[in-house]
């Protein structure tokens, strides 16, 4: 990709986003949209719909950027909990590792690459016109001094992200620590679920559940409840699952993390999700039922990930326009026009990529529903893991070796020429992937704050379809759909930190931009639908992690085929250091996020015993996970027809 066509996708996406922005300034004060653009704050009563005109409500103003600015940490913990404090700490800890990354690479690395002499056939002379190979580090000459200063920058920015990852590991770690110790008791921490319930013939479940946990956990079991399921009949089964309830925290801690039986796939349990974090249809399944749901969903991930490497090729192809041309040679005139050539090969593949991309999330939500996990939230996570996962081998290594190593095969038959096809061949995909961030980050930042699908939904529902208007929900924010491609971009602005770091002030943007749009848009539109107090973190660890030893790794390779064998050899302990640093964070911060330590528990626990109403909470803690099965009926039609109870709770 040449200059111009970088800066035609730049301009296409500033553009979209000045639109967006405008348009969001506008919209968000139109007394009609205040349920689309302020749920939150409707469901909440602090926000009305008002009939007073005001020639202002037409003018754009950036009054919500100062708001989502000055809103602290603190008031954001306490309107919209813990994750949403940790989801925005993922770009405060990459907005400053990038920013250091983006001084070193645009100020230092960037200047020596364009100065090399390695792309001869380069013409420098027309900026607009030149390949961004040119800001390369392949643009370099072999051997030179200069790339011991890329040395140096692999150690220099190792060291700030380790440093920086250290902090924010101790920080939300600290955050998680004093959460727990800021709730009031919830239904959740006196609680476990059990699972591979043995049936007996001689006892009911709940008369198993109650034997077993009276004879094993005496001095801290309370009661329990009985999960039952409906089938398509609307027969209530006994389904071999319950949620058992202690008398305290550190009670149900120790009997949830305990094998129970000789058996490992009886009494199975496990900490119970939140109430409202309950997923139900999971719980009629057995251990084995399980196992072959989860053989089955690794199968079809895989299914995908190779089907997905169709429009991947495709969109490659769209990327060199030399190869285009001659796959199409009846396109050659149009193809020739300038304008049209760069918004083909800068801003067409990524936004094809893009449309094809925003079917896996709810693709891997659908799998991971599908794996037994009986917690929305944890379905969540898993979610959020495969689609990272995805992204991570679709988008950055699918698209390295469709661009490079398979469309230049032919050079491997000739050993002698793999060093130097690699040495710009994989750096000179950095082009594809600045396109990317502006389209895939940028672009996709703005147009989340319009809202453009729920817009019209409720336009229509208001002035059309009044009968049809979708009922009031206020949304939640998909974890699986925007963690991911947050993190992914900071895997590439590490992997092509050396490489290619004109990338970098891109990706520096879109953090920028992402911090102020997603704290507006927790503060006026998502709400929490689950709770997991920081959980969602490893996560973010691991993939940091991931990011700098894949950055080592190519760093190794490209010094060597560089002809400086001495840097490649001095770089080999980078990757084992960082390893012996995750294994630290892993034994020191990690088993914190996992579960609470003991010390927490019982301190907790202790301070229950000064608080008067902690009689009432356990005499309602047996109602907290009410089955709908055992819901009451409710008739609309009939307001004389009783409702009762299908069956009691310990049924």
């Given at each position: ?179 727990i110790y800021s709730l009031k008791p919830q239904p959740h921490q006196f609680t476990i679920l059990v699972r591979g319930i043995p049936s007996s013939a001689d006892s009911s479940i709940s008369e198993s559940v109650e034997r077993f946990f009276t004879d094993y956990h005496s001095s801290t079991y309370l009661s329990h409840v009985v ?54 249809p999971f719980f009629s399944a057995s251990f084995l039922e399980r196992w072959i749901f989860k053989m089955v969903v690794v199968i079809a991930t895989i299914i995908l990930t190779i089907v997905f490497l169709i429009p991947v090729v495709f969109v490659q192809g769209l990327t060199n326009m030399d190869q285009l041309q001659i796959l ?263 088993p914190t996020f996992e579960a609470y330590p003991t010390e927490c528990l019982v301190k907790r626990d202790q301070q229950d015993q000064n608080d008067p109403t902690i009689g009432d909470f356990f005499n309602k803690l047996v109602t907290a996970y009410r089955d709908p099965a055992v819901e009451p009926v409710k008739y609309s039609n ?14």
């Open positions: 990709m040449i200059v111009s066509a970088l800066l035609t996708a730049v301009g296409i996406n500033l553009g979209l986003c000045f639109l967006f922005f405008t348009l969001y300034s506008i919209l968000r004060k139109q007394p009609g949209n205040i349920k689309v653009y302020a749920p939150r704050l409707v469901a909440v009563r602090k926000s009305q719909e008002s009939s007073h005109f005001d020639i202002e409500r037409l003018l754009p103003s950036p009054s919500w950027v100062r708001r989502a600015w000055i809103t602290s940490e603190e008031e954001l913990l306490a309107s919209c909990g813990l994750d949403a404090v940790v989801f925005m700490r993922v770009f405060i800890f990459s907005f400053r590792v990038f920013s250091v990354a983006a001084f070193v690479g645009v100020f230092i690395l960037l200047p020596l690459n364009y100065v090399g002499n390695q792309l001869k056939d380069t013409d420098f002379s027309d900026i607009p016109h030149k390949s961004l190979d040119v800001f390369s580090i392949s643009n370099i000459d072999d051997g030179s001094p200069r790339l011991w200063v890329h040395f140096c920058a692999a150690y220099v920015i190792t060291g700030v992200v380790c440093y920086l990852l250290y902090y924010e590991n101790e920080y939300i770690s600290a955050k998680r620590i004093a959460y999960v039952h399921h409906s089938n398509k009949l609307l027969h209530l089964i006994e389904v071999p699952a319950a949620f058992v309830f202690f008398k305290s925290r550190y009670g149900a801690a120790i009997a949830s993390r305990m094998q129970q039986s000789i058996n490992p796939i009886e009494w199975i349990t496990e900490e119970a999700p939140e109430p409202q974090d309950v997923y139900w199409l040679p009846f396109m050659k005139p149009i193809l020739n026009i300038t304008i049209v050539s760069q918004v083909v090969t800068g801003y067409l593949p990524s936004l094809i990529l893009q449309l094809f991309l925003s079917f896996v999330p709810p693709t891997m939500m659908l799998f991971a529903s599908m794996q037994g996990y009986v917690s929305h939230s944890e379905i969540e996570k898993s979610a959020c893991v495969k689609v990272l996962w995805f992204t991570i081998w679709n988008i950055f290594f699918a698209n390295v070796l469709s661009g490079s190593a398979f469309s230049q095969a032919e050079l491997f038959l000739e050993p002698k020429n793999v060093p130097s096809m690699l040495a710009v061949a994989v750096p000179q995909q950095a082009s594809f992937f600045i396109a990317y961030v502006v389209t895939s980050g940028w672009t996709s930042l703005s147009s989340e704050l319009t809202r453009i699908l729920p817009l019209l939904s409720d336009f229509m529902g208001q002035y059309c379809f009044k009968c049809i208007r979708p009922k009031f929900e206020v949304p939640s924010i998909p974890y699986h759909t925007h963690l991911p491609i947050v993190l992914f971009f900071g895997l590439l602005g590490l992997t092509y930190f050396l490489l290619a770091p004109l990338i970098l002030p891109f990706i520096l943007i879109y953090y920028s931009l992402g911090y102020i749009i997603y704290r507006n848009q927790f503060l006026n539109l998502y709400s929490a639908k689950f709770e997991t107090a920081a959980k969602f973190w490893p996560i973010v660890h691991y993939s940091t992690i991931f990011s700098l030893i894949l950055m080592h790794a190519i760093a190794i390779g490209i010094f060597s085929l560089k002809k400086l064998p001495l840097a490649s050899s001095l770089t080999l302990p980078l990757p084992f250091l960082t390893l012996l640093f995750n294994d630290y964070c892993r034994k020191r911060f990690l009939d307001k004389d027809e009783p409702s009762t109870p299908l069956l009691s709770e310990h049924v």
